[in-house]
């Protein structure tokens, strides 16, 4: 099992907390989150108000869920430190379904899984999305796994209703979702031995957890570039344009 990530941890600001990231650009094909997805039983373990949302559950793929795994924390391990965000061609008849994402920590033998953060998102009909978890920090063991888990619901049942058996309400309604080219961004404290080359690289790659989507711009229904904001102490103090995220292309624009 993972760790609290032995903080605490400071900053001056929000953005300077977690200068790394580890990123994973899913390129296996769509995914399908199904209507009757997800096991009960692990949202029953997952819920918060039965104070056990810290304990381990069983570590198997979901069926009829979505999964994108990051390779194994090399020696040393990692200490994830924010909000995961998540850049996915989401599409679903559709307006009513939600999508349920939890980012969990595997253990090297994938027999069990710790929660580390959790979201919920209400997708439009088609098209790219960008959502992002709650923020944790956690530190991710040698050999262990975090996982991006999309579920149709996290719940302990999969009818609404049941306020207090789930994190979130089942929605009404609920249709499959196909997931594809996916993007997950989890930031991290920096490891001594990368932290000079990430720090190069930083200066010119955009940083999906720091930036607020604002705009998108579309030719011929399809979107070619995202207008952000990032956002300091609750203003947006520089704007950016991330080009054509589908075919992962960076526009290096930035003005203050």
Not at 92 to 97: F, K
Not at 153 to 163: H, I, L, N, S, V
Request: charged share 20%.
């Amino acid at each position: 099992m993972g760790s609290d990530g032995a903080g605490p941890y400071t900053a001056p600001d929000w953005a300077s907390i977690a200068p790394g990231e580890i990123r994973l650009l899913d390129d296996g094909g769509p995914q399908t989150v199904d209507p009757n997805g997800g096991d009960p039983a692990v949202g029953a373990t997952f819920n918060p108000l039965g104070a056990t949302a810290c304990s381990a559950a069983p570590g198997a793929e979901e069926p009829g869920t979505a999964n994108y795994e990051l390779p194994a924390a090399p020696a040393g391990g990692y200490t994830v430190m924010g909000a995961a965000t998540v850049i996915a061609n989401i599409n679903l008849p559709g307006d009513n379904s939600q999508i349920a994402a939890r980012l969990v920590d595997v253990s090297p033998d994938g027999t069990t899984k710790t929660l580390v953060e959790r979201g919920l998102w209400r997708p439009r009909k088609q098209g790219p999305q960008v959502f992002q978890l709650f923020a944790n920090g956690w530190k991710v063991e040698e050999g262990h796994v975090l996982r991006l888990e999309l579920l149709p619901r996290d719940a302990a049942q999969k009818t609404p209703g049941g306020f207090l058996s789930n994190y979130g309400r089942p929605s009404n309604g609920q249709q499959a979702a196909t997931i594809d080219n996916v993007d997950l961004r989890v930031p991290e404290l920096p490891r001594a031995s990368r932290l000079s080359a990430r720090l190069k690289v930083r200066r010119h790659s955009f940083e999906a957890d720091l930036y607020y989507p604002l705009l998108a711009l579309t030719t011929n229904g399809r979107v070619r570039a995202w207008i952000f904001a990032q956002v300091f102490t609750g203003q947006a103090e520089r704007m950016i344009t991330f080009a054509d995220h589908v075919n992962h292309g960076y526009l290096g624009l930035a003005f203050q």
